[in-house]
């Protein structure tokens, strides 16, 4: 794996935790760290022996570990951003954002304290959002006089409606934990001692499953939530029918019907 200025990574067990960690900026994403973001997917792809992504913040300059997940975009970086550099840096981030949405392992989103602007953006691109009981999740851009420019706008109306997203957005108001799980934004909420616990037990209960069915899964969701419902039902049943000639199909079933634990090995 390639070297990292802001980024840690840790591969155990086939779950690679990827800590973003900029302890003087609250994590907040700049240029350096998207284009890292971008190695560390692209490179953690093409392992085999890596099945679920854990992507979370790391502590900050006074090693609380519980500030912040991400707190944003880098401010300091944007704030004499040209409209074609603002431009450019919204397309920046969205290539390792569409990395976390689209690539074949699962990725979980374990948020430890602040989510803002680029921070919310980021963990809604992760299939599993999981929070400790301390974090907040907001997207403040309108109150900078801008807009969410890493897919909040889009991705946010998707998760918890057009009404809520608009609400958010147009507020700037920040939203606690249980209120995001409320409004289905994140999945779990969890004492904040317990968050990588649970985010790592709920990898191991994915990885315990059939890998690469759980992969064609998530391409069949994503690439069918924006067709019609008569395409994507017939997209799925040629999704079926490529997994029904697999291994781990007869391995599965063969166990099943033997009444033993299945060897599920295909990725």
Do not use: W
Not at 86 to 104: D, E, H, Q
Not at 124 to 131: G, K, S, T
């Amino acid at each position: 794996m390639s070297e990292f200025n802001n980024l840690k990574l840790d591969v155990e067990n086939e779950i690679a935790v990827l800590t973003i960690s900029r302890p003087a900026a609250l994590n907040a994403l700049n240029s350096e760290t998207l284009d890292e973001l971008n190695t560390a997917l692209t490179e953690i792809e093409g392992r085999d022996d890596i099945k679920v992504v854990i992507l979370t913040g790391g502590p900050d300059k006074k090693d609380n570990a519980f500030k912040s997940f991400v707190a944003g975009a880098d401010i300091a970086e944007m704030v004499n951003f040209t409209a074609p550099e603002a431009r450019a840096f919204g397309i920046r981030a969205s290539v390792p954002f569409f990395k976390l949405m689209n690539m074949r392992q699962v990725t979980i989103a374990a948020v430890n304290g602040f989510a803002l602007g680029g921070g919310c953006e980021i963990a809604m691109a992760c299939d599993i959002r999981i929070a400790s009981d301390n974090a907040i999740f907001g997207q403040p851009e309108c109150g900078l006089g801008i807009i969410p420019g890493f897919g909040g706008t889009q991705r946010l109306a998707r998760l918890v409606g057009m009404g809520r997203a608009k609400e958010m957005i147009f507020t700037c108001d920040n939203i606690d934990a249980n209120e995001a799980y409320r409004i289905g934004l994140v999945n779990k909420v969890v004492a904040k001692e317990e968050l990588m616990e649970t985010a790592k037990a709920m990898a191991a209960k994915i990885i315990s499953k059939g890998s690469y069915a759980v992969s064609v899964a998530k391409a069949a969701i994503n690439n069918g939530y924006d067709m019609d419902i008569k395409n994507a039902v017939e997209m799925e049943a040629n999704l079926f029918g490529v997994v029904n000639d697999t291994h781990d199909k007869k391995e599965g079933m063969g166990a099943f019907l033997e009444k033993r634990k299945a060897d599920l090995t295909d990725f």
